[in-house]
Nanobody, 126 residues
Framework: QVQLVESGGGLVQAGGSLRLSCAAS????????MGWFRQAPGKERDFVAT???????????DYADSVKGRFTISRDNAKYTMWLQMNRLKPEDTAVYYCAADPSYSSVRSGKGNYWGQGTQVTVSS
């Protein structure tokens, strides 16, 4: 079992930055794919970014088009933590952000990973 806890959400003005954290516990996650998703009010949960282990200390990162160039996903397996650095935030980034993990990249990428956090609210004011 893997437990995930997100933190770092809050209220920020458009153009500002936030850094979300996802702390994992329960077992080693170094070979797990992990990702961030978000859900705005009245909308479905959408993919934001994923990170996939490709061997050694190398990880592949994938982003939704809407966040490319503004958001950066990173992880430190020794600290059992994943981050999402969000820059140049826009009001349309307002959502609850969730982290996910699974041994399968395709499962995480499709939003069907086994492990999910409870979410952290991000609100961007105009």
């Amino acid at each position: 079992q893997v437990q995930l806890v997100e933190s770092g959400g809050g209220l920020v003005q458009a153009g500002g930055s936030l850094r979300l954290s996802c702390a994992a516990s329960g077992r080693t996650i170094s070979s797990y794919s992990m990702g961030w998703f978000r859900q705005a009010p009245g909308k479905e949960r959408d993919f934001v970014a994923t990170t996939r282990w490709i061997g050694g200390n190398a990880y592949y990162a994938d982003y939704a088009d809407s966040v490319k160039g503004r958001f950066t996903i990173s992880r430190d397996n020794a600290k059992y933590t994943m981050w999402l650095q969000m820059n140049r935030l826009k009001p349309e980034d307002t959502a609850v952000y969730y982290c996910a993990a699974d041994p399968s990249y395709s499962s995480v990428r499709s939003g069907k990973g086994n492990y999910w956090g409870q979410g952290t609210q991000v609100t961007v004011s105009s």
